[in-house]
Every structure is written in C-alpha cells, then in structure tokens.
C-alpha cells in the first residue's frame, strides 16, 4: 500500500476535520497524479464511492489543493481498464469543478 492510500485510510478511519485533512495534503505534497489514482481506487472499493472519501475529494478540489486535472485523468484510466457505475458518481463530482479549471488555465 502507497504511503498516500495509508494517508487515505488514515483520515478515514479517524474522521479528520476539514483542516487537518487540507494541512496533511498539501504539507505532504500529496498534489500528484499518483495521489489521484490511490484517492480514486480506495472511492471506487464497495457498492458505492464512500461519501466520507467524496466528501474529501471535493474539499481538495474545491479550495484548489488538488488539481482536477489529475483526477479526471485518473476517472478517465480507470473507466477505460473497468467501467464501473460508481465512476458515474465520481464524474459527476468532478463536472461541478470543470470551471475551476477554465479558470486556471
């Protein structure tokens, strides 16, 4: 297991705030597409994407500490290996950040 799907799990087991979980992304460095494949394969694990995970992965994006770029490239790996229903889910909350990228570019 990567040391940021350890991170991952982490945060998860011990319910991080918010704050803690932004600090621990960007003092790790964690803005990297191999982060958005491991956030990705530890969402897609059961039925549906875990809503502590999504929830997550919306703050990163939204407030710009993870780039939306890695992860749709990441969705877009990942649906052409396997499609998979929960990628449905996972692509919906990247489309409400499509703008953020337009926005840097």
Same mark, same amino acid.
């Given at each position: ?52 995970? @999504? ?17 749709? @490239? ?32």
């Amino acid at each position: 297991m990567s040391d940021s799907e350890q991170m991952v799990l982490k945060a998860w087991k011990e319910r991080w705030e918010e704050e803690r979980w932004l600090q621990s992304i960007i003092s790790n460095r964690m803005d990297t597409p191999s982060f958005a494949e491991s956030i990705l394969s530890l969402l897609l694990v059961g039925a549906a994407p875990n809503p502590q995970l @999504i929830h997550y992965l919306e703050l990163g994006l939204s407030c710009g500490a993870l780039p939306v770029c890695h992860f749709i @490239i990441a969705v877009h790996k990942k649906i052409s290996a396997e499609p998979l229903p929960a990628c449905n889910c996972l692509i919906l909350c990247l489309s409400s950040h499509i703008s953020t990228i337009r926005l840097n570019l």
